[in-house]
């Protein structure tokens, strides 16, 4: 049988700040998370919360075979078992072990609009109980940035959701590397200082789905690019149309990512069959 690269991890929270208004920081602990490894600068994993009422997730049994995981929680009651999110490892610290999240909460207040994992991270406190899956090898099919070789230069496009993977992007790139970055945030407050010791230009911006026009008004790098995309599904998909059909950028060097959809919970994009 081929091993998986995933495994279930219960974890509980250490601690829980506010990074910015929007950007609360979940700082995770758990027996097995020397096993836990990250492979990407936009690593991703899937969270199961508990729902209203129970201790902690309920998550489906696998016996050790994580290999048909999303067979086993579909099987379970989706009353019951645990609610799953795709979030991004943005750190995971050793000695101590510890697993680093942040989560966009859509604004400073809560809202009614507000759906499960967001709710969750608002009242986040020491203790409380998670499950998540995540990488045991670096090598992990679970993440999108790779730039090729002979890249020149980067673009990248962001915002709040995918926030967490630019820094993470941006922390690990090499001196000099031009990059250019847009961000969208709901306030301006939500800005992070964002090390790095590549060329990057950041530009914020605060009106939703404006990206793709700032990018169509920009002066460009020459030279060979290499772009990766995330946030909201519509306005990744405008940024990719405008940099392949109009920039003449090379699909495959066009990293892309829909992180959420406006006006659908990420539940209805399961039922659907269009997310896992
Ligand atoms: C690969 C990947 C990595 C991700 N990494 C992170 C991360 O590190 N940090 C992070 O905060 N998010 C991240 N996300 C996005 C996160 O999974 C979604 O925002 C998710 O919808 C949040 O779940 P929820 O329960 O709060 O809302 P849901 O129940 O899924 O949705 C409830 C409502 O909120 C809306 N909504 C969802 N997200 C947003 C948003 N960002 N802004 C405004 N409205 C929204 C939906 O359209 C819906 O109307 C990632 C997503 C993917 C696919």
């Known amino acids: 049988m081929t091993a998986s690269p995933y495994q279930f991890f219960d974890v509980e929270v250490l601690r ?4 910015t208004p929007a950007m609360i920081r979940v700082a995770f602990a758990g027996p097995d998370l020397p096993r836990m490894a990250t492979g990407g600068r936009d690593q991703r994993i899937k969270i199961f919360l508990p729902h209203p009422g129970q201790d ?13 995981w999303y067979a086993a929680w579909c099987a379970l009651d989706p009353a019951v078992r645990g609610i799953m999110r795709t979030y991004t490892t943005r750190e995971l610290r050793r000695d101590p072990d510890e697993l680093i999240v942040d989560f966009a909460v859509h604004g400073p207040a809560p809202s009614p609009a507000d759906g499960p994992a967001t709710s969750w991270a608002r009242t986040a406190r020491p203790g409380a ?9 670096e090598e992990n099919g679970a993440y999108d940035f790779c730039p090729p070789q002979d890249t020149e230069w980067l673009l990248l496009a962001a915002d709040e959701s995918a926030l967490p993977a630019v820094a993470n992007i941006l922390d690990t790139l090499p001196p000099g590397l031009p990059v250019r970055v847009w961000i969208e945030l709901h306030d301006l407050a939500d800005r992070q200082d964002l090390p790095t010791k590549a060329d990057a230009q950041v ?3 605060t009106q939703e789905g404006t990206t793709p026009e700032a990018i169509r008004g ?9 772009a990766w995309i995330a946030g909201e599904s519509a306005t990744v998909k405008a940024i990719r149309r405008h940099l392949v059909g109009e920039r003449g950028f ?10 959420w959809r406006r006006g659908t919970t990420t539940d209805q994009l399961i039922d659907s069959g269009e997310s896992a």
């Open 218 to 226: 920009a002066d460009l790098p020459d030279g060979v690019p290499y």
């Open 203 to 205: 530009h914020w911006l």
């Open 250 to 259: 090379d699909r495959k060097k066009v990293a892309f990512s829909g992180y």
């Open 129 to 137: 109980r998670i499950g998540v899956l995540a990488p045991v090898h």
């Open 16 to 19: 829980a700040e506010h990074l």
């Open 56 to 68: 902690a997730p309920v998550m489906p049994d696998t016996s050790g075979n994580t290999l048909d």
